[in-house]
């Protein structure tokens, strides 16, 4: 199983990013997606996950500026991030559990003031 993440990049605050990560070597359309962040000096946390039948869930700090969702013919998953704030800055991960856990490598995301 690999996951490749992209789209992270710098961005002024109250700007938008797109996140993509694509998938393979999984059938994607059965399982749960999820993004993670991990800020500098601080624990990896999550923050949204999708479910097979398109259900979702957000973390209170990103919950009606981020949206995750999925093309399950393309396997990927997005998060679509906008009004950023400098608190957002972190490396973003895609996961799946199959129930195994697969993470993708990381994109970072930058919100400068």
């Known amino acids: 199983v690999q996951l490749q993440a992209s789209g992270g990049g710098l961005v002024q605050a109250g700007g938008s990013l797109r996140l993509s990560c694509a998938a393979s070597g999984i059938m994607f359309r059965i399982v749960s997606a999820y993004w993670y962040r991990q800020a500098p000096g601080k624990e990896r946390e999550w923050v949204a996950s999708?479910?097979?039948?398109?259900?979702?869930d957000y973390a209170d700090s990103v919950k009606g500026r981020f949206t995750i969702s999925r093309d399950n013919v393309k396997s990927m998953v997005f998060l679509q991030m906008s009004d950023l704030k400098l608190e957002d800055t972190g490396v973003y991960y895609c996961?799946?559990?199959?129930?195994?856990?697969?993470w993708g490598q990381g994109t970072q995301v930058t919100v400068s003031s």
């Open positions: 996961q799946v559990r199959s129930p195994q856990t697969f």
């Open positions: 999708i479910h097979p039948a398109g259900a979702t």
